[in-house]
């Protein structure tokens, strides 16, 4: 699908009408149908994909099909309604929250102008508030008092194939970044209410193909990519041979071995394109330069979990893989690499879902012998702050000037910084390896803007949606290259790592994307290991023949 030019969409951000309905609404919203048409929306599941997840047990996702949302027929259920209607009465019991969320909003407006979606494509429906209104207006008409009374005039309508085709538009121009709850003065998560409207959706067979595949993939070989134990072994087997023909140094690296002290979990990304892969390179050169013992998985070779955008069974499902793994390997602990949806379920989730994990030791240093208390839940660190430790105690030796090359700002990943709260830690890394800038502050930290193609909408058909969604973000990056010459932007999040590759590609060509773990390598002097690093003048990028 191809994008407008530059100047194009730059002028339509700030001008243009809706994308959905082609016109600056004139009509109340719930009377404003949507429109699907080539490049505002995502391609729908494969029915393969929806059979093999829903043979699965414990999994549900009924109603296989080939489909399409520009069809007036969508080839649903004949008793959709009461499927749908049935399952957010389930939902309403079940989660204290959503009930909460349904009741409290006073639609004073203040999440309005802080999603990036709504910023981009001027859709009053991409307003959090109203995106929630399309629950909360069915809510009202089947759970409440006044709706079953007063109808419309209490806020409710009926359940129609209108609602549910507006629940698919937007549910789907969401990346439950959580920003706008931030702003909320009575704390309403958005994010949650987009997670029950994709909830409602699977029950009727309405899902996107971009998400469900990589969770089909995640459960069948253990990572999104589908990669077969052999070929995840190859790959990392490859940057090895990498480490070593730029460093002089050959990490020794493990997999499946039991006993080791700890297991290391990444992104499949890392593993299988740029620029992961030089974020992958950046661990095994870490981990060499001190000496752990670790191992990595080809099982639990994913940490990422689409199933948090797909269901709370399915994202229950592809967690458990890591605990049974590390189970099986006999390992003390876990660290985890770069990945935001990966610490956004393993920090809110993992624990009552498939924990507790007291086969395990509250992870500890083997270098520092520091014990990380925040994680004697969970038994699992991130890279971040196992690394910002070393650095803390000393034990790592870095040459600031190889990242010469390299002007950083820092972009703060929705669901490590937002969710997870690592917000001081990376910048503690950043100040002792690279020279770099923060974006203007209200565009980091808690308030930091979001890629623009989280939750699973990093999928080509839809690259205009996701450049306009992503504006906010590159906006923020313009002005720190203009004013301070930035050509990187750093993160912790493979999902990040690949759509604001495509993002500053558009809107800020001169920029590229990198891992945190990346720069932290390019530093890292090893002169006890036998170091012989090439001229590497980009870095682990650099091309030795």
């Given at each position: 699908?191809?994008?407008?030019?530059?100047?194009?969409?730059?002028?339509?951000?700030?001008?243009?009408?809706?994308?959905?309905?082609?016109?600056?609404?004139?009509?109340?919203?719930?009377?404003?149908?949507?429109?699907?048409?080539?490049?505002?929306?995502?391609?729908?599941?494969?029915?393969?994909?929806?059979?093999?997840?829903?043979?699965?047990?414990?999994?549900?996702?009924?109603?296989?099909?080939?489909?399409?949302?520009?069809?007036?027929?969508?080839?649903?259920?004949?008793?959709w309604k009461d499927i749908i209607l049935q399952g957010l009465k389930e939902r309403l019991d079940k989660f204290r929250s959503l009930k909460i969320f349904m009741d409290c909003c006073v639609r004073c407006g203040a999440c309005s102008d802080k999603c990036h979606f709504y910023l981009g494509t001027g859709d009053p429906k991409n307003m959090p508030v109203l995106r929630a209104e399309l629950l909360r207006s069915v809510y009202r008409n089947d759970f409440t008092w006044a709706g079953k009374i007063l109808g419309k005039m209490a806020g409710g309508r009926e359940m129609t194939v209108g609602v549910l085709k507006e629940w698919f538009m937007y549910s789907y121009q969401c990346t439950e970044c959580r920003r706008c709850s931030v702003f909320c003065p009575y704390g309403i998560d958005t994010a949650e209410v987009t997670m029950m409207l994709r909830e409602l959706l699977h029950l009727v067979g309405v899902g996107i193909n971009w998400i469900l595949e990589p969770a089909s993939n995640s459960n069948r070989t253990g990572n999104h990519m589908g990669l077969q134990p052999h070929t995840f072994k190859d790959n990392v087997e490859f940057l090895v041979d990498d480490v070593e023909n730029l460093t002089g140094i050959k990490p020794n690296i493990t997999f499946n071995r039991k006993g080791a002290e700890v297991l290391f979990i990444t992104p499949s990304a890392d593993v299988f394109a740029e620029p992961g892969l030089y974020t992958a390179m950046g661990y095994m050169i870490l981990f060499e330069a001190i000496g752990l013992d670790y191992t990595w998985s080809t099982y639990a070779s994913e940490g990422g979990n689409f199933g948090l955008f797909t269901n709370n069974e399915t994202m229950k499902k592809l967690n458990a893989k890591m605990y049974a793994e590390a189970e099986r390997l006999g390992v003390k602990h876990i660290i985890g690499g770069e990945c935001g949806h990966m610490w956004r379920v393993l920090h809110q989730y993992m624990d009552t879902m498939n924990g507790p994990a007291d086969f395990l030791e509250v992870p500890?240093?083997?270098?520092?012998?520091?014990?990380?208390e925040n994680a004697a839940s969970t038994k699992m660190i991130h890279i971040t702050e196992f690394t910002a430790d070393l650095i803390k105690h000393g034990k790592l030796k870095f040459d600031k000037s190889r990242n010469s090359h390299v002007k950083a700002t820092w972009h703060d990943s929705c669901n490590t910084a937002r969710a997870m709260g690592l917000l001081d830690e990376p910048r503690y890394v950043l100040d002792h390896v690279v020279d770099w800038v923060e974006m203007p502050e209200n565009t980091i930290r808690e308030q930091t803007f979001c890629c623009g193609s989280g939750t699973?909408?990093?999928?080509?058909?839809?690259?205009?949606?996701?450049?306009?969604?992503?504006?906010?973000?590159?906006?923020?990056?313009?002005?720190?290259?203009?004013?301070?010459?930035?050509?990187?932007?750093?993160?912790?999040?493979?999902?990040?790592?690949?759509?604001?590759?495509?993002?500053?590609?558009?809107?800020?060509?001169?920029?590229?994307?990198?891992?945190?773990?990346?720069?932290?390598?390019?530093?890292?002097?090893?002169e006890n290991e036998g170091e012989n690093r090439a001229n590497l003048e980009e870095g682990l990028r650099t091309m030795v023949f």
């Open positions: 699908m191809s994008v407008p030019k530059l100047e194009q969409l730059s002028k339509s951000v700030v001008q243009g009408p809706s994308m959905a309905t082609g016109a600056i609404p004139t009509q109340d919203w719930m009377d404003i149908p949507v429109v699907f048409k080539p490049g505002n929306y995502a391609y729908p599941a494969k029915k393969d994909k929806v059979e093999y997840l829903n043979s699965q047990k414990g999994l549900h996702f009924p109603n296989a099909r080939e489909w399409s949302p520009e069809d007036d027929d969508w080839k649903l259920p004949e008793d500890k240093s083997p270098i520092t012998g520091t014990v990380f699973g909408l990093n999928t080509d058909e839809i690259m205009e949606l996701r450049m306009r969604s992503g504006y906010p973000r590159a906006n923020a990056v313009k002005y720190v290259e203009e004013k301070y010459g930035v050509n990187t932007l750093a993160c912790v999040c493979a999902i990040d790592r690949a759509t604001l590759t495509s993002l500053v590609d558009y809107w800020t060509p001169n920029v590229s994307v990198c891992g945190l773990t990346e720069l932290v390598a390019n530093a890292i002097v090893q």
